[in-house]
């Protein structure tokens, strides 16, 4: 499944994905997490008809860093100030991110440089409204260095899901992995969760992608923005009762100070205990009970809840929004041990029966040939 972006370095995922299918042919692997590495590896070596697509997730991310510091300098008077406000907020997205994870260990800020600080220049000198000097680019370099090695979206990225069963797999799989362009030729991608039921608990889950508050809706009974707006009320209830009590019985004013932030650390612990407390009620009240029958469904009956899941997310996008980024006819399918990959709905832009040839021509182009080649 493919969610996101419709298409890769300016090829539709659908095209990709039926000319992967046809190299694979009928090689298989022991488990499933194989064939999504040697899936990046065929995007890797993926030759695309326009190759500056290959990099507009790069420059997106780029320029989105340049778009936030002119809003920031806009503030700042003074073209030195301005350079030094600049290099500041470099600096501080370079430690911001330094804790999410890595995708490229061994790719140097040296060969970074050298492939992009004339591409990154050019930007700074078409939006920045300041001399870029060399402690400026070399600022700009390293953030945009930092962002792009590591596992952070451009807001353009496509989530693909890898679903099924390896050949020593017995019980199912699921790996969600976000592609998000490539940097120098090389896929920037990384793997956002995976479910393994041969490893953790094999009970039934309900793992919703994109748009999930219908599903979180199904399985807990209430939205996850009712739960944030719910914390939000309650820690600042909780603030402002105690800024009045502080201000009635503490007179001195750096005591006052001291007591409020003693009482707002409380406040937060206290809204924190609640939310584990509420969490904890939700699990056993309702989606434990749900699990538990979602487990013992049928095959049949988990893909009418899928489908129907899907459905009403379509509706409630007609209701609450101009953008109806979920509709049009549903695509049902089971993945079984036995039975492999099975439709159980699928649509087509053309009637199917006035071309049966076209089931006989893909049978024909994605046959292959067995291959133990990984």
């Known amino acids: 499944m493919v969610f996101g972006n419709g298409n890769h370095c300016g090829l539709p995922w659908e095209v990709i994905i039926k000319q992967y299918r046809k190299s694979l042919g009928q090689c298989t692997f022991e488990n499933l997490t194989d064939y999504s590495k040697h899936f990046l590896k065929f995007l890797d070596g993926l030759k695309t008809p326009h190759p500056i697509q290959s990099d507009l997730n790069t420059y997106s991310i780029m320029m989105s860093i340049i778009d ?25 997205i370079v430690e911001d991110v330094s804790e999410a994870p890595v995708v490229f260990e061994d790719y140097s800020r040296e060969n970074f440089s050298a492939q992009h600080s ?27 260095y930092e962002i792009l090695k590591r596992s952070i979206p451009s807001g353009s990225e496509t989530g693909i899901v890898f679903a099924g069963f390896g050949e020593s797999e017995l019980l199912p799989v699921v790996q969600e992995i976000c592609v998000d362009g490539t940097l120098d030729g090389s896929t920037r991608a990384w793997t956002v969760r995976i479910r393994d039921s041969n490893h953790e608990d094999a009970g039934g889950v309900v793992m919703p992608f994109a748009q999930s508050d219908i599903a979180y809706l199904f399985i807990e009974g209430l939205l996850p923005e009712y739960i944030d707006f719910v914390a939000q009320t309650l820690k600042g209830t909780l603030d402002r009762k105690s800024k009045e009590l502080v201000k009635d019985y503490v007179s001195d004013s750096d005591e006052r100070t001291v007591e409020e932030a003693r009482q707002f650390r409380a406040n937060e612990a206290m809204t924190k205990e609640f939310l584990e407390q509420f969490g904890a009620f939700r699990r056993e009240a309702f989606v434990q009970p749900m699990m538990r029958v979602v487990s013992s469904l049928p095959k049949e009956e988990m893909a009418a809840v899928a489908e129907a899941l899907v459905e009403t997310t379509s509706l409630r996008r007609k209701m609450d929004s101009r953008l109806e980024t979920v509709g049009g006819p549903v695509d049902v399918a089971i993945i079984s041990k036995s039975d492999g990959f099975v439709w159980i709905k699928r649509k087509h832009y053309f009637d199917i029966d006035l071309n049966r040839d076209f089931v006989q021509r893909r049978d024909v182009r994605y046959s292959g040939e067995v291959s133990n080649d990984s």
């Open 118 to 144: 004339k591409q990154i220049r050019g930007f700074l000198e078409e939006k920045l409204e300041i001399l870029i000097t060399k402690p400026v680019l070399s600022a700009m370099i390293s953030a945009c």
């Open 68 to 92: 936030d510091s002119v809003e920031v300098l806009e503030k700042i008077s003074g073209k030195t100030a301005k350079r030094k406000k600049f290099i500041s907020e470099m600096n501080s």
